[in-house]
């Protein structure tokens, strides 16, 4: 008969051929299953003499219990295969980069537009914002212009139901911040006290029937306006040669002011500016319409034109980011264009 030790030696030879749990089930049925081989061995028992049968289950049990101990193993060295298998399909590289959120950046209008409110607060202007879709009155004949004014034409202005009109420039904000400086200091003019003077950039979006690579039928304009009783040119040249100089970072620019029509001041210029380096060294630029309020502009603010006096410029400010950034293409700042705005960042 054969010996226990190879019963069990040939258990642990088939647990040790089963590739998998369900194979090495199959193989434990074959010692250990209801008609298994040892579970007949336990059978024969019952027919042996009394004085062999306790040597024969003494036997029997050792045998059962390597038997078992081998399953036990196989079981455990087929699960952590599997385990490590598993593991390796689904691993992971932990030195990869993660992907990060992009970052956004501010559009290079809002950071020149924030640079020049830093930069005019600094100088003691406030900074106002008013309507995009402005009456006639505001747009035009407050600001002295005359119905047969060419940028009263149909050509030039987009106008919107109701005889409104897409604000043309932000002139508008000259008499909206006025009348309402006036209105809080109603009771020190009446008194006949001095009125604090109005101090105000009004930056904001501006539309034009106008597109090319220097005009955009949606642009960008900074009013500014200061009103006193003793505002002349002489400031309105310091404060406005301060402020180019500061936006550009460099004294290194020579500004003009040439003499130009506007029917809202009087006198008026066109400020030009020009670089003494970069790639724009030696040409002219026209950067700024800007002049004396008029008087009968200050009369619709609702000033005596006799005492307060000021000045008045608006600038483009797509022109002013094209200049400061190096853009030859005013459009691009509205195409939406990832790989031109990025570079912003
Ligand atoms: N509003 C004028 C324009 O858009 C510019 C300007 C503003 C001129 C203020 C004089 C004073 O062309």
């Known amino acids: 008969m054969e010996a226990f030790s190879q019963l069990v030696q040939r258990a642990v030879q088939a647990f040790a051929g089963a590739r998998t749990p369900a194979e090495l089930e199959d193989a434990k049925a074959i010692f250990l299953g209801k008609s298994g081989e ?16 306790k040597a024969r289950g003494a036997e029997i049990n050792a045998a059962k219990q390597q038997v078992e101990a081998a399953l036990a193993a196989r079981r455990q060295a087929l699960a952590d295969a599997e385990l490590a298998l598993q593991l390796r399909a689904e691993s992971l590289d932990v030195t990869l980069p993660g992907r990060r959120r992009g970052s956004g950046g501010l559009h290079p209008i809002t950071r020149a537009m924030e640079r020049i409110e830093a930069i005019f607060g600094s100088m003691g202007f406030e900074v106002a914002d008013g309507p995009e879709i402005e009456t006639d009155w505001f747009n035009f004949t407050a600001l002295n212009t005359p119905a047969d004014h060419p940028a009263r034409s149909m050509h030039d202005t987009f106008y919107v139901e109701g005889g409104q009109v897409l604000r043309t420039h932000t002139s508008p904000m000259q008499i909206r911040h006025a009348v309402r400086h006036v209105k809080a200091h109603r009771a020190a003019l009446d008194a006949g006290l001095p009125m604090p003077e109005i101090r105000v950039i009004a930056p904001g979006r501006t539309y034009r029937v106008d597109s090319d690579a220097t005009h955009s039928p949606m642009f960008h304009q900074v009013e500014g306006l200061w009103v006193g009783e003793n505002i002349s040119f002489k400031d309105l040249k310091s404060v406005y040669v301060s402020f180019i100089r500061a936006f550009f970072e460099t004294s290194n ?11 809202f001041t009087e006198p008026s210029a066109e400020i030009d500016m020009m670089f003494g ?6 040409r002219w630029l026209e950067v700024s319409g800007s002049g004396q309020v008029h008087p009968q502009v200050i009369r619709n603010m609702g000033l005596d034109p006799e005492r307060y006096i000021g000045f008045a410029f608006g600038s483009g400010i797509d022109r002013l980011a094209m200049l400061r950034y190096g853009v030859s293409d005013l459009r691009l700042f509205f195409d939406g264009d990832l790989r031109f705005l990025s570079q912003f960042k």
């Open 38 to 53: 040892l579970t007949a061995q336990m059978k024969q028992l019952a027919s042996l003499p009394v004085d062999e049968k």
């Open 277 to 282: 380096s970069g790639p724009l060294k030696g």
């Open 253 to 263: 620019l020579q500004i003009r002011f040439r003499p130009s029509y506007f029917p």
